[in-house]
């Protein structure tokens, strides 16, 4: 019964409208108002001769390293948290993301990528399952340009064939990928023209990142750079990650988003026998209160909101919020708890601010916001958040977790 319900709604979820396709050709044109994010890619996915497809789903003889630079239209035709696919190749940077530069990366590390940035600290993402190269690259774009960060991004993409049918096979990409990671993390953590790492994966990814830091634990330690851990939507087993991270010790600093209604997780948990995945969790019931607390992990629970994601896989991406909180302070390696007052203010601001946006993380954040699971100061910032919304008129739940 579990088997055919699953079945089912891999089918639906492969039917959910259509995919880019053929849209990494880099383009000539140019248009006003734009912005760029440059970022290295590296990846361990097998190259293609087709410049609009440079990469497949199958797996590389060795990693390959490119400098992509991806051209983000101006804000008057997208909002934060959207991507505007190209419709025509090459694409036309005033109506849609568009690469504009794409060149092949001889060296192994990337030292001379993070020298030429001119920038000390790097973020790097990984993604999650069902993701094509291009989807790995546009979605990075779009998250490192709407949340404002400074950090130097770095894209690792794993080979992941792009459908929901061939979950086993990218499962076992990423342990095939796990080596090429570490030596990755290894080499930004020991670069001398990097003081910070922040790590961010989603989805399946969260099991790769966390196998390379374990990685780096078991062969000579996480280099202290490495600071900062955000496993969003994780696809983890809770088990497996509660030996993972007390493997890998009290540093880096861990914040998880979890959301009860991921569709996605659901189907993953099925698939692997009813185990509770970690980016599914209710983190106010044991025994993952009790755990998350113990390991000094921070939740942020995003169930309550609702985004134009109709699997709620990927709403640290598309929520306005969620995506400028990670800006403004996680990708940085701050707590939501630091500076209470003005997470509080920012929060209630938004109560307060726009309940007329339809559709957006803010207008829901006056009914439901996100909930707060942060095992050092549950307490007050619960009860800050919560005055905070009653001042707005609004039903704002307190911290999870009080």
Same mark, same amino acid.
């Given at each position: 019964?579990?088997?055919?319900?699953?079945i089912t709604l891999a089918v639906a979820l492969a039917g959910c409208g259509g995919r880019p396709d053929g849209v990494m050709e880099p383009t000539t044109?140019?248009?006003?108002?734009?912005?760029?994010?440059? !970022?290295?890619?590296?990846?361990?996915?097998?190259?293609?001769?087709?410049?609009?497809?440079?990469?497949?789903?199958?797996?590389?003889?060795?990693?390959? !390293?490119?400098?992509?630079?991806?051209?983000?239209?101006?804000?008057?035709?997208?909002?934060?948290?959207?991507?505007?696919?190209?419709?025509?190749?090459?694409?036309?940077?005033?109506?849609?993301?568009?690469?504009?530069?794409?060149?092949?990366?001889?060296?192994?590390?990337?030292?001379?990528?993070?020298?030429?940035? +001119?920038?000390?600290?790097?973020?790097?993402?990984?993604?999650?399952?069902?993701?094509?190269?291009?989807?790995?690259?546009?979605?990075?774009?779009?998250?490192?340009?709407?949340? +404002?960060? *400074?950090?130097?991004?770095?894209?690792?993409?794993?080979?992941?064939?792009?459908?929901?049918?061939?979950?086993?096979? *990218?499962?076992?990409?990423?342990?095939?990928?796990?080596?090429?990671?570490?030596?990755?993390?290894?080499?930004?953590?020991? %670069?001398?023209?990097?003081?910070?790492?922040?790590?961010?994966?989603?989805?399946?990814?969260?099991?790769?990142?966390?196998?390379?830091?374990?990685?780096?634990?078991?062969?000579?330690?996480?280099?202290?750079?490495?600071?900062?851990?955000?496993?969003?939507?994780? *696809?983890?087993?809770?088990?497996?990650?509660?030996?993972?991270?007390?493997?890998?010790?009290?540093?880096?600093?861990?914040?998880?988003?979890?959301?009860?209604?991921?569709?996605?997780?659901?189907?993953?948990?099925?698939? %692997?026998?009813?185990? *509770?995945?970690?980016?599914?969790?209710?983190?106010?019931?044991?025994?993952?209160?009790?755990?998350?607390?113990?390991?000094?992990?921070?939740?942020?629970?995003?169930?309550?909101?609702?985004?134009?994601?109709?699997?709620?896989?990927?709403?640290?991406?598309?929520?306005?919020?969620?995506?400028?909180?990670?800006?403004?302070?996680?990708?940085?390696?701050?707590?939501?708890s630091e500076d209470r007052v003005g997470l509080a203010d920012r929060l209630g601001a938004v109560a307060m601010g726009a309940a007329g946006t339809v559709?957006?993380?803010?207008?829901?954040?006056?009914?439901?916001?996100?909930?707060?699971?942060?095992?050092?100061?549950? %307490?007050?910032? +619960?009860?800050?958040?919560?005055?905070?919304?009653?001042?707005?008129?609004?039903?704002?739940?307190?911290?999870?977790?009080?």
């Amino acid at each position: 019964m579990a088997r055919a319900a699953a079945i089912t709604l891999a089918v639906a979820l492969a039917g959910c409208g259509g995919r880019p396709d053929g849209v990494m050709e880099p383009t000539t044109l140019s248009a006003e108002g734009t912005s760029n994010v440059d !970022m290295l890619v590296v990846t361990t996915r097998n190259p293609t001769a087709d410049p609009a497809r440079p990469f497949g789903g199958e797996r590389g003889d060795h990693a390959s !390293m490119n400098r992509v630079v991806v051209s983000i239209p101006p804000a008057s035709v997208r909002q934060v948290g959207e991507i505007q696919w190209p419709t025509s190749s090459p694409a036309d940077p005033a109506k849609s993301f568009a690469v504009v530069h794409n060149d092949s990366i001889a060296d192994r590390d990337g030292r001379p990528w993070f020298r030429a940035t +001119g920038k000390r600290r790097v973020l790097l993402f990984v993604h999650g399952f069902n993701t094509r190269y291009e989807e790995a690259v546009y979605r990075f774009a779009q998250i490192v340009h709407d949340s +404002g960060t *400074d950090f130097a991004p770095v894209l690792f993409t794993w080979p992941s064939r792009g459908s929901v049918f061939d979950y086993v096979y *990218d499962r076992e990409s990423t342990n095939w990928s796990r080596d090429t990671l570490e030596n990755l993390l290894r080499a930004a953590g020991e %670069a001398p023209d990097v003081s910070e790492v922040t790590v961010m994966a989603h989805s399946m990814g969260s099991w790769l990142a966390l196998e390379a830091l374990r990685g780096l634990a078991i062969h000579g330690g996480v280099p202290k750079k490495i600071g900062n851990v955000i496993l969003a939507s994780p *696809d983890l087993d809770v088990d497996v990650f509660e030996r993972q991270i007390r493997r890998i010790g009290a540093t880096p600093r861990v914040t998880l988003f979890v959301s009860r209604d991921d569709k996605a997780l659901g189907l993953s948990k099925r698939l %692997a026998g009813g185990v *509770d995945r970690l980016g599914a969790i209710d983190p106010t019931q044991e025994p993952y209160r009790s755990r998350l607390e113990g390991d000094g992990v921070t939740v942020l629970d995003l169930t309550a909101l609702q985004t134009g994601d109709r699997l709620a896989h990927g709403k640290f991406a598309e929520s306005p919020e969620v995506v400028r909180l990670l800006g403004s302070r996680l990708i940085a390696g701050q707590k939501v708890s630091e500076d209470r007052v003005g997470l509080a203010d920012r929060l209630g601001a938004v109560a307060m601010g726009a309940a007329g946006t339809v559709g957006s993380a803010a207008s829901l954040a006056v009914s439901a916001p996100i909930a707060v699971f942060d095992p050092d100061t549950r %307490a007050h910032l +619960g009860d800050r958040i919560g005055d905070v919304g009653r001042r707005a008129g609004g039903t704002v739940s307190p911290l999870v977790g009080e």
